[in-house]
Structure formats: C-alpha cells, structure tokens
C-alpha cells in the first residue's frame, strides 16, 4: 500500500520540551518528582481528544491507552513505550527550542549561551543531516529529545493511524513511563492492565538503527567503618574511612575497565559517588558489561581491589554489597525473531537501512523483556543526549513516525 504521510511530529515535538520533566534520584517517591505528571496529565488529554476512550495517567505516572484493532485478523498486541523524564544530569528548566532550518553543514552555535558549539568534528552524524531542519536547545538547558522525540513521534503515529482507518492493524497499546532515566522507568508498570505481547521503546539514537542488545548492569556499594580518634592524639590509632576510599579509587585500573577507556561491546567498573567522614565512608560504584561472566570479572577485580587495600587498614571494616539491576535484553529478544525482523522490514520502507546495533546503556526495554514483554529499541534520531548540545532533525523524527506506522501494518500483513 502507497501511503502519502502528512505530520505533526515536530508541532507537538516543540510542545512538550518546554514542560520541566527532570527525574529525581535522590526522590523516594513514584513518579520522583511531580511534574513529570505535567507532561502525562498533556499526553493523556491528547490522546482523548484523538478518540481513545481509555487513555489515562495512574498516580504512578504512567500514561496508558489503546488503539482498538481494525482488522479480523488475529494479530499480536504490540505496545509503543517512550519515557517521559529527563535526565538529572542537566537541567531540563525553561527550554527554549531552536530550529536551524535546511542545515548546510558547519558548527552550531547555541545563541542562549554561545560558548556552547555543536562541532561537526564531534557530531560526525551531522554529516547525514545536510539539509534537514535540526532542532536544538538555546544551549542554557538540554533539550529533551531524549525522550520526547519518542513521545511526540509516537503521538503523531497514533495520530496518523486513526485519520487513516484503511490501514489495518491489531491492537496497539501506548506507554508513557516516568524515571527512565533513573533507573526505576517499569518500577510500576501494570502489565497486566497494558495487555501486549510484544513492544518497542521509541529512544535510540541514528536514523535506521535498531537495538536489540543491552548492557546488563549492576550497582555496588562498599561501606566502610574507619577508626576514629582525635586529630591530635592519633599517631597509630586513627585509619580515615574517608582516605581507605580514596586509596580503593587510586588502585582502579587507569587504562582500561573505565567508561572514559572503552567503546563497543567493553564494559566497566564505574565510580559514581563517595561520601562520608573519618569514621565511616561509602563508595557506589556501577558496573557494566554485556555478558553476565563481564559483570563477575569486574566485581571480582574490585573485591581484589578492597582486600588489598584493607590489609593497610588492619583495624577497618568493609562490606561490599552488589546489586543487579538489568541484564542484556538479547537473551529474551533472541527467541522472538520476528520481533526484531518486522521492525527493519519497516524501517526498510519507511527509506532507510536497517541498522542492528548494541545499547551502551540500559532502557525501559531491557526490563520489560525479563518481566514477559520482549521489547527492543527503535530509534527516535536523538543525539548528544543529557548535554546542552542535544539535538534531533525533524526529518529524523518523521522517518521513526512512518516506522511505527508500517510496523503496526506488517504486524497485520504477516499474522
């Protein structure tokens, strides 16, 4: 079927950017931070106002609605995810949006703040974007592509399929998650209540790139008890929890094992934080790989690492305690051929090459495969993401737009 495609992807794309979504780690509350509901109180309305009766945000923050099947076929119910939030790495307050139009190539530099550039020598993807409109913050704040392109497109999409009931499709299913970006993105998610056997997230990154691999990740923290004594009197007493972690952070590999020196499919051991005082410290640590045999390799180096150290501290505790997080979504999405094969067949006619591709990170997709919904990720043309140098292209956006929309139909063609 020839379809003519007209949209409203970068329209709501710049409506929703302007809506402070920041996730709060340090938030014990879900969503962690209110105004995320700004947003998917808007999505909601939206999608009322298009006809889905049971569009609706929950007091999580999850927005959740369907659009009712039009065939008589029996299809899989497939689900579109994005997430909400923005990163806590850089604020997401008063974005102001910029598009330079019919992009001829070069440096752009940001007019809010311009010692922010985004160099075409450090954004080789700029290369494939001569002549499209690229949108981009005022370089004060990030701007959110991350993941709002996947909203919006995933909204024009939806859009799209109910103008046009001539294109046959199963049941879709919508998911709008908060605090993705800090970990907890399917924390409450009602499986059940969403009712897909399989999904797609809508966050990854060059045009045509499908991901069906993840890191899998864990969380390590080390608590360690010094001894303490009075400065002044401390000659043989006192061991500082506070110099133990700096000594632990010294002994780190410096060429290897560290996001800084790795790419493909390496992974790391990764300080995040350390806090404390004389008396007591903690150290956390995330450690990343994409085999399950990497991630023991590297938790094995650090408690080599602590060992040897403590032996310095021979009156000092520690206790290291290791937490799994995700794990590579390919072991679930390897015996779901057809979930990745329908996704680059559409990427296929919506014009561009399909792309297989690992994630260096984790989405809500990685989750959602362990917990029954086999879910990999489809790209939304977002680059340079949680940074002031953010960007996306519309024509980018418009391309995952006609993805969603054949894959919805090639989910019907082949069932």
Not at 73 to 90: E, L, N, R
Not at 236 to 249: N, S
């Amino acid at each position: 079927m020839s379809i003519r495609f007209t949209h409203t992807v970068t329209e709501r794309f710049l409506r929703y950017v302007v809506i402070d979504t920041q996730s709060d780690p340090a938030s014990e509350t879900c969503p962690s931070t209110e105004k995320q509901k700004d947003l998917g109180r808007l999505l909601a309305a939206e999608l009322q106002a298009m006809g889905i009766r049971d569009a609706h945000l929950d007091e999580y923050g999850y927005v959740y609605a369907t659009i009712p099947a039009n065939t008589d076929k029996k299809v899989p119910v497939i689900c579109f995810c994005s997430h909400m939030d923005t990163s806590p790495d850089c604020t997401g307050k008063d974005v102001k949006p910029q598009i330079v139009r019919n992009y001829r190539g070069g440096d752009i530099v940001l007019p809010g703040d311009p010692t922010q550039i985004i160099r075409a020598a450090d954004h080789p993807a700029l290369l494939d974007q001569i002549g499209h409109d690229i949108v981009t913050s005022d370089g004060t704040t990030l701007l959110g592509a991350d993941n709002k392109a996947g909203l919006a497109e995933i909204m024009d999409a939806v859009h799209f399929l109910l103008q046009n009931p001539q294109i046959k499709h199963g049941a879709i299913k919508i998911l709008f998650t908060p605090d993705e970006e800090i970990g907890r993105g399917v924390d409450k998610v009602d499986l059940k209540k969403l009712g897909a056997d399989f999904a797609y997230t809508i966050d990854g990154e060059t045009a045509g790139n499908i991901e069906d691999e993840t890191f899998s990740a864990d969380a390590a923290t080390l608590t360690i008890e010094g001894v303490s004594a009075h400065p002044g009197f401390a000659k043989g007493k006192m061991e500082h929890a506070i110099k133990i972690a700096a000594a632990i952070v010294e002994r780190l590999p410096r060429g290897s094992c560290s996001p800084e020196t790795t790419e493909g499919k390496e992974g790391f051991l990764h300080p995040i934080g350390i806090s404390g005082a004389l008396e007591k410290a903690t150290l956390s640590f995330i450690v990343r790989d994409f085999t399950d045999e990497g991630l023991k390799e590297k938790e094995v180096l650090l408690e080599g690492i602590v060992k040897e150290v403590m032996k310095g501290f021979p009156r000092s505790t520690c206790r290291l305690e290791i937490k799994q997080q995700y794990r590579n979504m390919k072991r679930v999405i390897d015996h779901h051929p057809q979930v990745v094969d329908n996704a680059m067949e559409a990427i296929r006619r919506a014009g561009l090459k399909p792309v297989k591709a690992s994630v260096r990170g984790g989405t809500d997709g990685s989750r959602l495969s362990f917990m029954g919904l086999p879910c990999p990720n489809i790209f939304a043309g977002e680059h340079a993401f949680h940074s002031r140098l953010e960007w996306v292209s519309r024509q980018d956006m418009e391309r995952a737009v006609q993805t969603i929309v054949h894959l919805a139909m090639i989910w019907e063609e082949r069932a």
